[in-house]
C-alpha cells in the first residue's frame, strides 16, 4: 500500500481566496490532503490570491490579469513537469479539469500524473453556462462539451459532491469512463458549534419580527429573486418577517430594484460580503437556499452546522441529500416556486416547537460531513489510483 505521506499532489483551482462556498471547500480539502494524510502539496490557480497565507505558494496561470489564452496550459505543464514523484494532479471545478488534463496529456507519458477531476455542480447545468446565443454560441457550446467529455473520460477519477452530480456524470462519460465517486464537501461543524452554542429556536431573536437569513453570490443561479417574492408573500399574508441576505454579485442592482418594486425597503437587508459572514446569518430564525441548481451546497451546510431550522429549494444535485431524510433538519420546496415557498416559511415561522426540533436535528446532521470523513475517502481513492495498473 502505497504511503501516502510520500506522495506529492499538484492542484488546481480557479481562485485560492475564501471568497465563495466553492473556494472555501477547495480550502478545506487541500487541508485535509496536508494534514490529515500527510501529502505535500503544490498550488495553483487562474488568478492572483488576495489572501496571504496562500500568495506565496501558489503558481498563478493568468499573472496581473492576464487573459485566457494557451500560456495557461503551459505555465501548468512546467508545475506537473516539475512536480517531486509519486504525485498526482488534482483538479477542481469544470474549467480547471479541462486545463489540468490539457497541461497533463501535452507532456510525454513517462511525466504525465494519474489524475483526479473534483466536479462540483449539476454538470448539465455548468456546461449549459458555457452556451452562448447564435450559431457561433452553439458552436462553441459542442466544442466545450467535447472537451469536457474528453477530459473526464481521460481522468483516472471523478469525484462528486453529490450522489445526483455522480449520476449526470455518469451519463456524460458512458460505461468506458474513469472510476466516478462521491465524496461530500468537508465541514468543520465542530468548529462552527464551539463557536456558537445551541440556542432555544422556539422563539425568535426579536419577538413579532422574525428574521430570515440566507447567504450566497447574488447570482441568477442562487435564486434570491424568488425568496424576495416568497417575503412579499409572506408580508401579505400578515406575516411580519424580515430578510437578510449576504453576499455580493451581479444580480445585486437587479435585486436592489426588486426589493424597491415589491415594497421591501426596510424589510429585506443586503448588506454585502463579508469573510465572516457567520454571527450574522446565526441570529436568523430560519434559512432559505433558493437556488436554481446546487452541487453539494455549503451555504446550507454552514447553515445546519449553525442550528438553522432550513428551507430550500430542491434543486437538481445536494440540497435533498444534505437535509436527509427531509424533514428533519429542514424542508424542500420545488424549484422557483414561489407559493411553495411561502407557504412553508409560513408553517415554519408559526411553529416553534417544529423549528426547535429541526435545528437540534440540523446540528447533528452537519457532523456528518466531517473533514476527516472527507480526508479518509480521498485517501482510500489516491491509494487505489497509485496501487493499480490505471495509472
Known sequence: MTDLSQVHLVALTGSLDRSAGAERAFRAIVDGFEHQLGMSVSLAAHIQPDDPEVRTRATVLRPDGEAVSHRMVTRMR?????????????????????????????????????????DRAAIDKMLEVQRGSGVLGGVRSRIFSGLVRSTYRGANAVVCNAKANADLVRSLVGSEGPWIETIYNPLDAKRFQSRFAERNRQSFQTPDAPLIVSHGRLHSQKGFDTLLRALERL??????????????????????????????????????????????????????????????????????????????????????????????????????????????????????????????AARRRALDFSPEVNAAAYGDLFQRILDSPRS
Do not use: K
Open 78 to 118: 512546467s508545475l506537473i513537469a516539475s512536480a517531486p514523484r509519486p504525485a498526482i494532479l488534482f483538479g477542481f471545478q469544470i474549467n480547471s479539469n479541462v486545463v489540468a488534463s490539457l497541461a497533463n496529456r501535452s507532456l510525454p507519458p513517462s511525466r504525465r500524473l494519474p489524475i483526479v477531476l473534483n
Open 235 to 360: 408580508r401579505g399574508r400578515g406575516v411580519q418577517a424580515r430578510l437578510r441576505i449576504i453576499g455580493d454579485g451581479p444580480e445585486r442592482g437587479a435585486l436592489e430594484d426588486l426589493v424597491r418594486s415589491l415594497g421591501l425597503e426596510g424589510v429585506a437587508e443586503m448588506p454585502g460580503f463579508s469573510t465572516d459572514p457567520w454571527a450574522a446569518i446565526e441570529e436568523g430564525d430560519v434559512y432559505v437556499l433558493p437556488s436554481r441548481f446546487e452541487g453539494l451546497p455549503n451555504s446550507l451546510l454552514e447553515a445546519i452546522a449553525l442550528g438553522l431550522p432550513s428551507i430550500a429549494a430542491d434543486c437538481p444535485t445536494g440540497p435533498s441529500e444534505i437535509l436527509h431524510p427531509v424533514g428533519q433538519a429542514g424542508e424542500l420546496f420545488p424549484v422557483d416556486d414561489v407559493e411553495a415557498l411561502t407557504d412553508t416559511l409560513q408553517r415554519m415561522l408559526a411553529d416553534g416547537s417544529l423549528r426547535h426540533r429541526m435545528a437540534q
